[in-house]
């Protein structure tokens, strides 16, 4: 087996036909030229309806060093990502979105900061979200605040690219199964001393397509979040697996 690479990227991916052959030319266009970041990538296919499976298996073709799983039925994005956490085998773990709303031109920042070993957990923060339309805005604020409120810390972004150490991994459970997955990274992270990091990072907005998420999805990560917190309040709580 090859060394284990300094950074892993990690994509899941549901119906993302008009996406994802784009990302992919943006995100190696970057790779490509670093060689000496040691990278892989690792894309979950999560059972999409549309043909995103048949794109992905032309479009891994010109790419090396990348890791194609697929989902013969839909499991969500939370357990796609925890396979791709899984999987990968880099000293870095990156999440990445599919739909390209994160510019991967902004990778070289993160890489930078972990390169110098500034961070544990390193957080992108769309400190401007103009592609949001104004309910999708002013639901973002209100979950960022909520959280903050309950868990006592100050995060400016939850839900963005993010990158981690595997040490991280190597040190917590993920029990969620919603979109709080990413939040309970960060929590667990903050209570056990890592070092959380937060960059500037730019919202472009979707490029095409239609996001998955919808209002029973935003509930469900609510009421793990109100549940996680209550677990944590308990003497039953710890962050470090057993």
């Not at 605040?145 to 990158?163: C, G």
């Not at 919603?178 to 730019?202: C, M, Q, W, Y």
Request: glycine share 4%; aromatic share 14%; net charge positive.
């Amino acid at each position: 087996m090859s060394p284990a690479p300094f950074i892993s990227f990690i994509t899941p991916i549901y119906n993302e036909e008009l996406n994802i052959a784009r990302m992919l030319k943006n995100l190696f266009a970057i790779l490509n030229a670093h060689p000496e970041w040691n990278w892989e990538v690792i894309l979950i296919e999560d059972g999409s309806k549309d043909k995103t499976r048949e794109v992905l298996q032309s479009e891994v073709l010109k790419y090396p060093n990348t890791t194609l799983l697929i989902h013969e039925k839909n499991q969500g994005y939370t357990r796609s990502l925890k396979d791709g956490i899984q999987a990968a085998r880099g000293r870095f773990l990156m999440y990445i979105g599919a739909d390209e709303e994160f510019d991967s031109s902004e990778i070289p920042n993160f890489i930078e900061i972990l390169r110098k070993d500034e961070a544990d957990v390193l957080l992108g923060v769309r400190w401007q979200r103009n592609a949001y339309q104004l309910f999708r805005f002013f639901l973002s604020v209100i979950y960022i605040f909520l959280l903050n409120y309950l868990f006592k810390i100050r995060i400016n972004d939850y839900n963005w690219s993010q990158a981690w150490s595997r040490k991280v991994f190597e040190s917590i459970d993920l029990k969620s199964r919603s979109l709080f997955v990413l939040p309970e990274i960060i929590i667990k992270a903050h209570d056990l001393g890592f070092r959380i990091k937060e960059i500037p990072s730019n919202h472009r907005g979707r490029q095409a397509g239609k996001s998955s998420v919808n209002m029973g999805i935003m509930g469900f990560a609510l009421r793990e979040a109100l549940q996680f917190w209550w677990y944590r309040r308990s003497k039953k709580y710890r962050a470090r697996k057993s």
